[in-house]
């Protein structure tokens, strides 16, 4: 191969054209999920007609070893497994059980909207599952109903995530809590409330413009600094330096000793520039941007029987993906915003569906 492409330009550090590295690999096992969210799945969509991929479509599970395997000798350290619902995936523990085996992979998560976890802990935790983040929009069963799509049990999910704490995951339980102004914002404290002093960390993420089904609108944003002035009023809160180069959330502690807060703001502080992750959806396609209009097909060089046994072609082609990579969206988002530009703050093309890929 010629140019930038070439074995040597593409060696180990692995970085993209922006200089960052590969370190995080989202794997999402399901594409459906038995709740509507309607950030994520909207019933209107995704109703009882709607085709999802049919079992043979998905990776299988040494399809989703092999790639982890791959992207470890690339670089990647952490992995997460998410959907849809993941646990919607028959055997998951023994998906977990494989990939903690895979040299290089220092931590393995799960991101569940609850439902389902307390039946699956014991089998997951026994496999050697790191973390767990559930997402729970809130507390009150009407708003919590809203935001499911009508789909979920609030006292099921909260029991999962007891459960779950009870059980000593090591890396812990983490809630996300994707906060929208006029729908859930006035029940953020109320949660807050509930998971101080339980060693859970509450992540609160701003509403995001992700896929293009939610009506996304920037008014509907309650921005990071708006939640930690409120909060602040009630708990005062202190910054907590990262745990590790390109984290997600930026931390806080309550002064009052009641624990962690982490607070997610892609929106009015895109963080583009440290990001190294990589998703993988549940049929093989790679992406390389929550916000991308397109991914690139593995499952077809994973099902090659050229390539059986030989992982050289995957290998290439991973690392040729990332190499290329220049996505920096919210970043740019907010660059056309502060130029006031005429565009639409939607990128050209359709985004694909948070759902399909995961968060």
């Known amino acids: ?13 692995l970085e993209d054209q922006h200089a960052r590295p590969l370190r995080d690999l989202r794997i999402s096992v399901m594409d459906r999920c038995n709740f509507r969210c309607p950030y994520c799945m909207p ?12 079992p043979g479509e998905r990776l299988d599970f040494n399809e989703i070893e092999r790639v982890a395997h791959v992207a470890a000798e690339l670089g990647v350290t952490k992995l997460r497994l998410t959907g849809g619902e993941p646990l919607l995936r028959p055997d998951l523990s023994k998906l977990v059980e494989r990939l903690v085996q895979i040299p290089g992979i220092e931590d393995i998560a799960l991101t569940t909207n609850g439902m389902l976890l307390k039946r699956h802990a014991p089998a997951l935790h026994a496999a050697g599952l790191h973390r767990v983040t559930v997402s729970l929009d809130s507390l009150d069963p009407a708003v919590f109903a809203r935001m499911s799509g009508g789909r979920g049990d609030l006292l099921t999910v909260l029991d999962s995530i007891e459960a779950a704490r009870a059980i000593g995951f090591p890396g812990g339980v983490k809630i996300n809590t994707v906060v929208q102004r006029d729908v859930n914002d006035s029940g953020v404290t109320e949660l807050l409330a509930r998971f101080r002093h339980t060693g859970i960390i509450v992540r609160l993420i701003e509403y995001m413009d992700v896929g293009n089904r939610n009506g996304w609108e920037r008014a509907d944003v309650v921005t990071s600094q708006e939640l930690r002035t409120r909060i602040n009023a009630l708990w005062p809160l202190d910054p907590v330096s990262p745990g ?12 009052d000793g009641g624990g962690e807060i982490g607070f997610i703001s892609s929106v009015s502080a895109p963080f583009c520039g440290d990001c190294s992750r990589a998703r993988l959806s549940s049929e093989g396609q790679l992406f390389t941007c929550l916000f991308a209009t397109k991914g690139t097909d593995l499952r077809g060089i994973l099902r090659d029987p050229a390539y059986a046994g030989d992982d050289g072609a995957l290998r290439q082609a991973l690392a040729q993906i990332w190499h290329r990579r220049i996505d920096r ?3 740019e988002r907010e660059e056309r915003r502060s130029r006031a530009d005429a565009l639409n703050d939607r990128r050209a093309g359709e985004k694909i569906e948070m759902h399909y890929i995961g968060g």
């Open 1 to 13: 191969m010629a140019g930038n492409d070439s074995p040597a330009a593409i060696a180990a550090p």
């Open 329 to 331: 969206y919210s970043e």
């Open 244 to 255: 590790y180069p390109g984290e997600v959330a930026t931390r806080y502690r309550y002064v």
């Open 43 to 54: 019933d209107s969509t995704y109703h009882e007609g709607f085709r999802f991929l049919a």
